[in-house]
């Protein structure tokens, strides 16, 4: 099975601190993704990579970044955190397009 | 642009059917996926539809008509475990993006 671990699962920062979501695949993957989870809004994607070295802005990319420098690996960065950031982090994988996703379990992240 | 509306919240009893609904607007549409996501937990992958028509898995089965934006999921002779939220995820060609839905949260009462 697919394994997808992101490094924590409750994470609680300061308005202002850089912050970094790292998520880790396992099954060679070519694309991996960071969405955002709210209650109302539902799965917003931030960024997403198609290959290594690759990324792409997703929907609401403003007051993130990302970087891919292996293809496991894909970490979310907040540059400078802000209440609005305070949200559940979802990393996931597929094999190719339109394949199906492998979520991980989750950051919920607190900005105070 | 593209929209994804599926209903808030439905309930269900134990052992009875239930049938989600999804309608779309995507500019290149190529495939819409179901997950379900138990409070607290990941998303999990149920079925993916790209021809129109009924896949069948089980005690779940996926629908698909293409031409009206429409798309639902039968769940039947639901259990309690069955209660989740049941996300639809539409893959649209002109952006190359996987686009979600808000979600259908499901309470299955006994």
């Known amino acids: 099975d697919v394994k997808v671990t992101q490094s924590s699962r409750y994470l609680v920062k300061r308005t202002g601190e850089k912050v970094f979501l790292e998520c880790v695949q396992d099954m060679d993957h070519e694309n991996m993704f960071w969405y955002r989870q709210d209650p109302g809004l539902g799965l917003r994607l931030i960024y997403f990579s198609y290959d290594v070295k690759m990324k792409e802005k997703g929907d609401i990319p403003e007051g993130y970044s990302v970087s891919r420098e292996k293809k496991e690996r894909f970490s979310l960065i907040l540059e400078s955190a802000s209440t609005n950031q305070t949200s559940m982090y979802l990393c996931?994988?597929?094999?190719?397009?339109?394949?199906?996703?492998?979520f991980g379990s989750g950051t919920q992240l607190s900005v105070l | 642009g593209q929209n994804i509306d599926q209903p808030t919240e439905m309930t269900a009893t134990e052992g009875a059917i239930v049938q989600i609904n999804c309608t779309y607007q995507?500019?290149?549409?190529?495939?819409l996926f179901w997950y379900q996501q138990h409070a607290g937990e990941a998303p999990t992958f149920l079925s993916y539809?790209?021809?129109?028509g009924l896949e069948e898995k089980g005690r779940f089965s996926s629908f698909l008509s293409r031409s009206k934006g429409y798309s639902y999921l039968l769940l039947k002779e639901l259990q309690m475990k069955d209660s989740a939220s049941y996300l639809c995820a539409v893959s649209d060609l002109s952006t190359d993006k996987l686009i979600f839905g808000t979600g259908t949260r499901l309470q299955v009462f006994p």
């Open positions: 539809n790209v021809l129109d």
């Open positions: 995507t500019s290149g549409f190529n495939g």
């Open positions: 996931a994988s597929s094999l190719g397009r339109d394949e199906k996703l492998f």
